[in-house]
């Protein structure tokens, strides 16, 4: 679940917020900021769990622990 929810916020770093809401000067530079957040937040959370992965099954099976874990919605560590 972790790992969903990182990436989802890492995708909603993506999102141009300041361009959406046409806000301009300091504004528009909160809202960068805030997006610069999102994704560094996102990645710490996905990629905690992506460690894990890693030091349970190797860099060889990581991809496949993580991409299983993020379709079912598991743990990475209670994948069989």
């Keep these: 679940m972790k790992l969903r929810v990182g990436i989802t916020i890492w995708l909603l ?11 301009s000067g300091a504004w528009f530079t909160i809202a960068w ?6 994704g560094v937040t996102g ?3 996905a990629g905690s769990v992506f460690a894990s992965a890693v ?5 060889k ?5 993580a991409w299983h874990a993020m379709l079912r919605g598991t743990d990475v560590d209670t994948f069989d």
């Design 33 to 38: 900021i805030v997006e610069i957040l999102l």
């Design 13 to 23: 770093s993506w999102v141009p917020y300041g361009l959406i809401l046409d806000l």
């Design 43 to 45: 990645l710490a959370i």
């Design 55 to 59: 030091k349970d099954s190797g860099w």
């Design 61 to 65: 099976g990581a991809p496949r622990v």
